[in-house]
């Protein structure tokens, strides 16, 4: 069973910065993606970013792309989500999560994750 862990988060302002890490305790299989998804207030959990382990392709939503960047230390299970240019309709609880079976046609979907983090809050002030 793979763990995730997360850090990172907290209160920034618009226009402001955070970082988000998250370190998993085993890679099951080469074929491994980490990525991050956000659920607000009253709203449905959506996709942020992803990251593959084989071949380091990215993925983003369109809401965050060119603001934030997903990236994984070399040679580690670690993964961060480096948030620039944060605004209000960023905050949420960010959720680190992990699977093996991925393809680009699903990796949007939170279902097609097997493993998932406990959630780190983001908040961005107006």
């Known amino acids: 069973q793979v763990q995730l862990v997360e850090s990172g988060g907290g209160l920034a302002q618009t226009g402001g910065s955070l970082r988000l890490s998250c370190t998993a305790s085993?890679?099951?299989?080469?074929?491994?993606?980490v990525g991050w998804f956000r659920q607000a207030p009253g709203k449905e959990r959506e996709f942020v970013s992803t990251?593959?382990?084989?071949?380091?392709?990215?993925y983003y939503a369109d809401s965050v792309k060119g603001r934030f960047t997903i990236s994984r230390v070399s040679n580690r299970l670690t993964v961060h989500l480096q948030m620039n240019s944060l605004k209000p309709e960023d905050t949420a609880v960010y959720y680190c999560?992990?699977?093996?079976?991925?393809?680009?046609?699903?990796?949007?979907?939170?279902?097609?994750?097997?493993?998932w983090g406990q959630g780190t809050q983001v908040t961005v002030s107006s």
């Open positions: 990251i593959r382990f084989n071949g380091h392709s990215t």
């Open positions: 999560a992990a699977g093996t079976t991925l393809i680009t046609s699903t990796l949007r979907n939170g279902n097609a994750y097997a493993y």
């Open positions: 085993e890679r099951p299989s080469t074929n491994f993606a």
